[in-house]
Structure formats: C-alpha cells, structure tokens
C-alpha cells in the first residue's frame, strides 16, 4: 500500500473516459504493446497511447471500446512513439492487463468523479 495521502492530491489526477478509434501493433516497444488512438470528446480531442494490454486484446477487437485513462500526464516517449495519456488497467493473476472500462456507454471525456 502506498502512504496516504489528502483528496486535494486526488483531484489534481484528470482521469476521464474516451473510445479506441483506432488500435495497431507496436513490435517496436521493449515490452509488447499495442498502440491505441482514443477519443475523448470535444475538450480534450483524440491522443494517443502505448498499452502492455496484449495478454487479452488484439488491436482488431478494441476500435469502438471505452477506456479510462489519466489524461493530465505530460507526454512520455515510447520508443519511436510519444504516449500522450495513460490507459488504467489491473494486473491479473498471469501478471496481463485487464482494462477499467465503465460498465455501460458514458459520453466520451466525462470525468471520473
């Protein structure tokens, strides 16, 4: 467990939801990785990611998925690839990523609250 800390520390975190428009391999990556290009509504637009998330998902399954992702993180540069948003996931008992998607259609950019 980490240290506690206030709700203000919390809220600075912008993490909203958006919809894989597009998603690709990326070989390229150190660990496997697939790129992803995600909708988050009119105020934030569309960015991109690099997500370890190819345990359970093929970039032919994830166009049309929602996500959630922390979206206030400055751009990391992945390889070749500059990472603009973080996709939230949860490790499974084999050590693969499993994505925190909502449970049903939310507009995309609504803020997780």
């Known amino acids: 467990m980490t240290p506690e800390t206030g709700f203000d520390s919390f809220l600075k975190l912008d993490i909203r939801v958006g919809t894989v428009l597009e998603a690709a391999p990326y ?3 150190r660990t496997p990785a697939i790129k992803l290009l995600i ?3 009119d105020e934030i ?5 690099s997500a370890q998330i190819t345990a359970h998902y093929s970039p032919e399954a994830l166009p049309g998925t929602q996500v959630i992702a922390v979206v206030n993180f400055a751009p990391r540069q992945i390889g070749k690839f500059m990472s ?4 939230l996931g949860l490790h499974d008992t084999e050590g693969g ?3 925190l998607r909502p449970e049903k259609p939310v507009p ?3 803020r997780m609250s």
């Open 27 to 29: 070989p390229e990556a």
């Open 39 to 41: 909708d988050f509504g």
């Open 45 to 49: 637009g569309v960015k991109k990611s």
């Open 84 to 87: 603009e948003v973080l996709v």
């Open 97 to 99: 990523v499993v994505l």
């Open 108 to 110: 995309n950019g609504e």
